[in-house]
């Protein structure tokens, strides 16, 4: 009896020990489990997360378009970099918001004489060299001279310079090495029709550039963007880029090029432009509508555009610029992000766009 009581005890204790195992077995396997699908989630949520776009560089900071607000951008968190292009007198793209150079340069008092009939700079007549003589200052209305952004970085500071394309690149591609991010760029095409009447290709130049950087595919970090459809149409069609696209859409109408943004906004539009480009760069005045937080209300572009299959990086946050019915920054992320789902915005700020993202996607998640 003793010794089958003593084998029973054994099994008792053999079999308890194998449930103990198996349930080892299964509890470790199901924290597994678990912790895949939090992994699997949380990977999700930060491949879904939306990207901050650095308009004009860290400009709410630093003078828009100098290596300073660049590398600002990039330590402040940013996913995109932007650089508008237009050309040098010798055909060099050079990152520069308009194809003038008076409202954010000295070059009325480096070179007098230098202007055309209307009275404005234009950089396609200084050579690369004759801008480096330059110093990039806070925007000044063109009529004024006043701050367009009073409360910005201050005037009378004279050592920023306009830089090239490939010196951006350069930047933007060391500072990757150096920290070991991916951060990508945000190409616009500036004024191309206007660049053509005048005798030069910018889209091919700033092609060939993008080219030897490496940037060529849809897999590449790179967003090409551009007001004017008809260039939209010939960068994928004629030039052969394969990369992404985006067609950015102003608020009103019509472009002076003839491009039909009221058009572009609507279905058909959506559907027809979503033929060539993976995204679209709407104004934000087409997205919040009202003139006070009381009559705020929300079209339904996104929704439209996403419906389409393009991804929408609206333009542009600005805390000292914001819609007539949004009180703060934040707010304005809270609109965007969280009830309209953009995929991206472009911002002054990105230190502040970044942050909102951070807290939204990865809460307690230290930087
Ligand atoms: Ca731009």
Known sequence: MSSRKDNDVCITALSQLRLGVADLILHSASRWLLMCVFWVAGQLAIADQPVVIA????????????????????????????????????????????????????VAERFPGRQRADGR????????????????????????????????FPAGYT????????????????LNKSTGRSVGIYPEIKSPQWHLQQGVDLSRAV??????????????????????MQEVKRLRMELGWQGRLVQLMAGGGKNGDGTDYAYLRSRDGLAEIAKLVDGIGPDISS???????????????????HAAGLEVHPYTARSDALPNSVSSLDELHEVLFSQVGVDGLFTDFPDQTA????????PGVSK
């Open 55 to 106: 308009h004009r560089g860290a400009s709410g900071y630093v003078p828009e378009h100098t290596l300073v607000a660049k590398a600002m951008a990039f330590a402040m968190g940013a996913d995109y970099i932007e650089q508008d292009l237009v050309l040098s007198k010798d055909a060099v793209p050079v990152v520069l918001h308009d194809i003038h150079l008076d409202t954010v340069t000295d």
């Open 121 to 152: 700079f234009y950089a396609l007549d200084f050579t690369l060299a004759e801008m480096k003589q330059l110093s990039v200052t806070e925007r000044v209305n063109a009529k004024t001279r006043e701050a367009v952004f009073p409360a910005r």
């Open 159 to 174: 050592t920023l310079q306009i830089p090239s394309l490939k010196e951006e690149l350069d930047l933007i591609a060391g």
């Open 207 to 228: 092609l060939d550039e993008l080219h030897r950087y490496g940037y060529r595919t849809k897999e590449d970090p790179c967003w090409l963007q551009c007001f004017e």
């Open 287 to 305: 997205i919040i509508k009202g003139k006070n937080s009381q009559q705020r209300h929300l079209t339904t572009l996104v929704v439209d555009a």
């Open 355 to 362: 942050q909102f993202l951070h807290e939204k996607y990865q």
